[in-house]
């Protein structure tokens, strides 16, 4: 065969599937698999042959069932153009699973086959049956096949494969592998069992041997009645031959046959006769056909415009003006007659139904099709297209006179205003935006204008069953007591993104000629509508752009109160009298303007996938870019609202953080900012299709500048918090008192501290922002796409800064008054003489007054903020050190005693308040000491004596100071 090759050998790439059960039908791939199923001469997989299933596809692909063989195999076609190929790929032979025992008088939803399903049925009969057939593979060591038992896990077919190149675990293969079968079968077996498998195979196969010699024992009857019946038919046939006359039984069949074939000749002869004669007739009652065909179109017509099968009544009348053109046949003339009536008061149906609207594209298609294979006079095509264009404008200054009508108020500015999920219900002031000339919008809501449509056709199309739908959804929308001009610039959206597109569709269908395709027109029809098409394609470009400026001028008048002014001269007339919405833009309407921006720039995109003229593009674009801004800055306003009355929320309760408590008001700060962040991430991070880089970065910086401006604000809050007026807060106590009645809660109980208790919580919320909110709120910032702004947050921590600055001083002077205020005071007590006053016999009272009250302070700060504690102790004796100098100063002599008094007096406070001693404390404590002089060791062991005895009496009161020092 080698020397017969002229083409390359097959190559098998692959097979789908890649195991199954014998009979899978398999999908064979590769390249050189034979130039036809006759090339093929050999297919075999796990060395048998599956040439009798072949199904020759190409010679890339071939379709076989797979062979009675188990395991992996190769898959090797041999052609007489290439010889013998090679393979690739493998297919893994699977065991079928047992069939279960049938009843023959059962259905069974499997096919068996016939001699499987007698074995199965009839197992237990004494039929002769052959020793080598088996239902079904058994183990030949009498072992059950374990699955992966005992948690190991069976090998794969690929990796035995690998392992046995050459070999296979099917037993009846010819490369059976007896370890491969092990590995498969028998992973989990102890030794003790396959021994005894072992020697249950030696003894069936000394059974095997006696097999064929007990089978022709036990089915010799068998053999004996096949013989004595083949016998007879010999001898039945061979005295036939020779009884027969004249020649042998081959020649007497022979005769039978050339009778038989003499008369059928005979017979078709005469069924041709019969061809012959039903061929006249079929040609004459093809004729009356014909007739019959003219006589009954009228009525065929009237029936089939009543059903609505335009289709046929346009194939009907072509066929008749083809069949019966130029007839002098007075009878038909007169049919024909009547038909072009019919036909005529057809045109004018499809003319009226063309020009009732809302209609779908497709409707609108049929019908001007219709029309055109009718011969209809003009350009339907053009008449729908300018009738659709006044239907959009009617609709247009239709919704506009309804929100605008007199007594007209769905919404009244008094009335609480829902408002949607995740935006605060904070009310506004409201303040002017200012206004560009932009354009585009879309919505959920529709009206249904029928008065200005006209009247519609007796069939509902699914575009007018979803107009009335959508009618329902604005109803709905009303019902939620959404403002006035929201909803207004729902419903103009709406209808420009459900209009607009197949009004687009219609007129491109129309110059691109796709509108006319399948209708045959005359030439003179032809040119005409080619010259029409021309000439209007421009006209058709200012239809659009009209409608897109009425829509956005509606938009833009109703969204900015300066938009109508600054309107051209023709635009202001074309859109007449506008009446301004009496809602407030800022209150009841801002809320609603992220899903008015989500809906317009959905509008926006369905329009710039449309491919609009540039101009009709570019209005839509700017006015959703004009949105956008609108709701930002709407947002921001109201989120800055929302912070400058933060400070009539502030209810001074307070919760533990790290180092302190804090109010609710960085918390209640920190929502509003991350609220309105999230909320605009849609509108000002993600920038339209086709917007200019110019429109982006102008957006992003205006929402910088209104971030900076939230921030000065909460500044602003805390400081009137920190410094305002107390009958300000008493005035906000009576507030919070009269809402908590409102609302059952708290009715009676005045929340507000004490102004000094005050200032340590503002306090402690400033340290708290600039150390958590804040950076938390610039990592917002930044994470969602905002532009990174280090000096905004620079300036605002130097404003945070300052603020607390402010605050502790005005704490530490409020706290320094009273504490100052008693040493002078307390050094002179009972006309107290520095020169001749007696041995001291303890520390003196103002000394204890002024720890005590430090004691206070301490205990104060403390309990709002152990970080400041330090802080403001530090200062208090800064001050106390510098008055206590000051009055030593003025001292002109010290006897020995008053020297004792000062000495014990300067070092009390030393120690007592060591750990809040700072560099200047210090160094005045010192120059106190310097100005008594030198003291001898008898002074010093008094000093030492009272100090003790003042420890003793005052131990527990101070260890407050102590507490804090071994904290720290």
Request: aromatic share 8%.
């Amino acid at each position: 065969m080698s020397g017969s090759v002229d083409l390359p050998v097959p190559v098998v790439s692959g097979i789908s599937p890649r195991e199954g059960v014998p009979g899978t039908r398999v999908t064979i791939r590769g390249e050189n698999l034979g130039t036809d199923k006759k090339d093929v001469i050999g297919l075999t997989i796990h060395g048998q042959s599956c040439l009798a299933s072949l199904e020759y596809t190409s010679s890339k692909k071939l379709v076989c069932q797979t062979p009675n063989a188990f395991g992996q195999g190769s898959i090797i076609v041999t052609t007489l153009s290439g010889g013998e190929g090679t393979c690739t790929v493998s297919f893994c032979g699977l065991e079928p699973e047992p069939s279960p025992l049938l009843d023959p008088l059962e259905e069974s939803e499997e096919w068996m086959e016939e001699d499987l399903a007698a074995l199965t049925i009839h197992g237990h009969s004494k039929k002769p049956q052959s020793p080598v057939y088996t239902r079904k593979m058994i183990d030949p060591l009498g072992l059950s096949w374990d699955e992966g038992r005992g948690g190991k896990r069976k090998p794969s077919n690929d990796n035995l494969g690998e392992m046995f190149p050459h070999g296979s675990g099917n037993l009846l293969a010819q490369n059976f592998n007896p370890a491969w079968f092990l590995l498969e079968k028998h992973r989990t077996t102890s030794f003790q069992d396959l021994k005894s498998g072992l020697r249950r195979l030696e003894m069936e196969v000394e059974k095997s041997d006696q097999a064929p010699i007990k089978f022709i024992t036990d089915n010799l009857e068998a053999f004996l009645q096949c013989y004595d019946t083949l016998s007879d038919v010999n001898e039945l046939l061979i005295r036939n031959e020779s009884e027969s006359q004249g020649g042998t039984l081959t020649d007497r069949i022979e005769e039978l046959l050339r009778a038989s074939t003499r008369n059928a000749e005979s017979l078709f002869e005469g069924v041709l006769k019969c061809k012959s004669r039903a061929d006249a007739t079929r040609n004459a009652l093809t004729v009356l056909q014909r007739y019959r065909f003219l006589f009954n179109l009228p009525k065929s017509i009237e029936k089939n415009i009543r059903n609505g099968e335009y289709d046929i009544v346009t194939n009907d009348y072509e066929r008749a003006k083809s069949l019966f053109a130029g007839t002098q046949v007075k009878v038909f003339k007169k049919v024909l007659e009547e038909v072009e009536n019919q036909i005529h008061k057809f045109r004018d149906d499809l003319h009226k139904k063309l020009h009732v609207l809302p209609s779908s594209l497709e409707e609108q298609k049929k019908t001007i099709k219709y029309l055109l294979e009718l011969d209809c006079e003009g350009d339907p095509a053009w008449d729908c297209i300018t009738n659709t264009h006044q239907w959009l404008l009617r609709l247009l200054f239709n919704c506009k006179e309804e929100f605008q009508a007199p007594g007209r108020r769905l919404y009244s500015p008094g009335e609480h205003t829902p408002l949607p999920p995740t935006l605060d219900s904070t009310d506004g002031q409201g303040f002017s935006s200012a206004y560009h000339s932009r354009g585009h919008t879309r919505t959920v809501s529709e009206v249904s204008f029928a008065s200005s449509a006209g009247s519609l056709s007796s069939q509902a199309t699914p575009a007018s069953r979803g107009q009335q739908g959508s009618a329902i959804k604005i109803m709905c929308a009303r019902d939620t007591g959404r403002p006035n001009r929201i909803l207004f610039v729902e419903e103009l959206t709406a209808l420009i993104s459900e209009s607009l597109p197949d009004f687009w569709k219609l007129g491109q269908a129309y110059f691109s000629g796709s509108l006319f395709q399948g209708v045959l027109f005359s030439g003179e029809h032809q040119q005409q509508m080619l010259e029409s098409c021309g000439n209007n394609k421009n006209r058709f470009e200012v239809m659009v752009q009209e409608i897109v400026e009425v829509f956005t001028d509606m938009v833009n008048c109703s969204l900015f109160p300066d938009a109508h002014g600054s309107l051209s001269k023709s635009r202001k007339e074309r859109l007449g009298e506008w009446v301004s919405f009496d809602d407030s833009l800022h209150e009841s309407s801002g809320a609603w303007l992220p899903l008015i921006v989500r809906q317009i720039r959905e509008c926006v995109g369905s329009l710039q996938n449309l491919v609009l003229p540039d101009k009709a593009v570019g209005l839509a674009q700017q006015l959703a870019f004009n949105v956008r801004t609108l709701c930002a800055d709407t947002l921001f306003y109201r989120a800055t609202r929302d912070i400058e009355v933060l400070h009539e929320r502030e209810d001074w309760r307070v919760h533990a953080e790290e180092g302190g408590i804090v109010t609710s008001l960085p918390i209640l700060f920190e929502n509003v900012v991350v609220e309105v962040l999230l909320t605009l991430k849609e509108i000002v991070i993600e920038s339209d299709p086709g917007e200019s880089k110019e429109n982006h970065e102008e957006l992003l910086k205006n929402s910088v500048e209104h971030y900076r401006a939230l921030l000065e604000h909460f500044v602003c809050c805390l400081d009137y918090l920190a410094f305002q007026q107390e009958d300000d807060l008493h005035e906000e106590s009576l507030t919070l008192m009269s809402r908590g009645s409102t609302s059952g809660s708290h009715a009676t109980e005045d929340l507000s501290p004490p102004s000094d208790e005050r200032l340590l919580m503002i306090l402690s919320n400033l340290s708290y922002v600039m150390s958590q909110v804040i950076p938390q709120l610039f990592d917002c910032f930044v994470s969602h796409g905002y532009p990174q702004c280090p000096e905004i947050l620079e300036m605002t921590m130097e404003q945070l800064r300052e603020l607390g600055e402010r605050v502790f001083q005005e704490y530490i002077s409020r706290k320094s008054e009273s504490l100052v205020g008693l040493v002078e005071p307390g050094m002179q007590v009972g006309f107290f003489d520095w020169e001749q006053c007696s041995e001291p016999e303890e520390v003196r009272s103002y000394v204890k007054d002024i720890l005590l009250t430090l004691m206070v302070v301490h205990a104060e700060v403390y309990a709002v903020s152990s970080l400041v504690v330090r802080r403001v102790l530090s200062r208090l004796v800064e001050l106390l050190s510098v008055e206590m100098l000051r009055l030593l100063r003025e001292v002109e002599a010290f006897s020995y005693n008053g020297i004792l008094y000062a000495i014990i007096e300067l070092t009390v406070l030393q120690e007592t308040l060591s750990f809040y001693l700072n560099d200047v404390s210090r160094k005045n404590f010192q120059r106190c000491i310097e100005l008594l002089g030198e003291t001898n060791m008898e002074a010093n062991m008094r000093v030492r004596e009272l100090m003790m005895e003042f420890k003793k009496r005052t131990g527990l009161q101070l260890r407050c100071f102590r507490i804090q020092r071994d904290t720290t």
